[in-house]
């Protein structure tokens, strides 16, 4: 009798965010991610239609890690009747804690789309008691002939792939890839023999500078912002980007190859975050572990100041410069950065560095793009501070990492899905794919299904 399997795209496909994939194998059907589309706002407006599938029929849900663009409509889909189980690894578990909370304070305040009925306190709890953690390689016996096992991603702390082995075949789901060789993270691990593959292509089209030239680009601007006694705002993700950032400027310091002078850290969930890694540092790649002396914390060096309270924040605008200030949201979409910006973007001394992904039509992708005036908490701010971009400091692999990843398993993978990337990127590593590897890979489309015989 033939065994088949079918993976229906039901979001991620497109767009870098949303990621939300539906797998149906021996009888089973499991998610991988449920996540936000975010591409001018936190959430967008699809994401509050109908799944194009029964969350009460759903049996297992996995979690490659806790951005909330993998997470964020896990409390619609308990609403709508998932009662299945949650899988993830242990530190995206209680990441996922933060990130989920932090979202639920912010959609539940739209009571005019009905968020207030989904992103609901008593939701969050029944989501959190659905969900168990995984060390890495950790056995899970989904059926009897079902075995899947997590396998790290190096992406964020706790990030994984998913890997499934049905019939003496595998199928991977790569979730987001990280950037290596990181700072503080293993490097993504090496795959050789995956039969089906679901990878991301946020960066397929284009490379990052090397890992030394985007330390050295980071020293540069920071000099160049001092000398020039101006403020450097830096928007930054809340997970991960904050903290590779610190541990960056800490090894800066350390060097003496900048300045001491008053920095920031003005995103209170980046800082509640910041203590889960502080507990997970035997997730560190083996430098990362070492940096952390005996009393010495990762991420605390002199000059930084964690401003948790409203009016902390306020005060930061009192400090005579040369300073700098690291704030989410990483995009400019929201949070404590957009004060900042509306304050410091129009001196010509001041510096705004652009330092992650930016998503069509967000602040941060028109200030990159160069727009002189954006539109930021209702009124028009003039942009005239300098303009600064390093995406080495992306979280995501590169075009040719990406390649280099898939190469490892040119020799048996049959087919390659192409999703999580703005079109021009995921057909540009598709041809990519075809031209250097000869593989059969393809970019579906949202609602796209395939069936393949294990």
Known sequence: M??????????????????????EINGRKIL??????????????????????????VDILFITHAHVDHIGRIPKLIKEGFRGKIYSTEPTLELSVLMLEDTADILSKHTDLGLDMIYTKENLRLAFSLWRGFAYHEAIDVTPEVKVRFLNAGHILGSAMVEFVYNGKKILFTGDLGNSPSPILPDTERVTDVDY?????????????SKDD????????????????????????????????????????????????????????????????????NYFNEAAQKAISPGKYLFDFPGLHNTLKSEESRMIGNVPNPKIVIA???????????HHERHYLPDPNNTILLIGYQSVGTPGRLIRE?????????????VRAHVATISGYSGHKDGDGLLGFVEDMQDTVKKVFVVMGEPKSSMFLVQKLRDNLGIDARAPERGDSVTFVC
């Not at 589309?37 to 509050?48: R, Y």
């Not at 541990?247 to 800082?271: H, Q, Y």
């Not at 160069?370 to 003039?382: A, S, Y």
Request: proline fraction near 5%; hydrophobic fraction near 35%.
């Open 2 to 23: 033939e065994k088949k399997v079918k993976i229906t795209f039901c979001g991620g496909t497109g767009s870098v965010t949303g990621a939300n994939f539906l797998l």
């Open 32 to 57: 991988i991610d449920c996540g936000l589309t975010q591409e001018e706002k936190l959430s967008d407006d699809i994401d509050w239609g109908p799944f194009p599938y029964d969350p009460k029929e």
């Open 197 to 209: 593959l679901v990878m991301e292509s946020v960066y397929g089209d284009r490379n990052h500078e």
């Open 214 to 281: 985007r330390r050295q680009r980071l020293a540069e601007i920071i000099q160049d912002n001092h000398k020039r006694k101006g403020t450097l705002i830096i928007p930054t993700f809340s997970l991960e980007r904050s903290q590779e950032l610190l541990f960056e400027l800490d090894t800066l310091l350390e060097g003496d190859r900048i300045p001491v002078m008053p920095i920031f850290f003005d995103s209170p969930l980046a800082i509640r975050l910041t203590d889960i890694f502080k507990k997970h540092k």
């Open 328 to 338: 989410g949201s990483g995009m400019s979409t929201g949070g404590r950065i957009v």
């Open 370 to 382: 160069g727009l002189k005036k954006i539109h930021i908490t209702g009124e028009d701010v003039p």
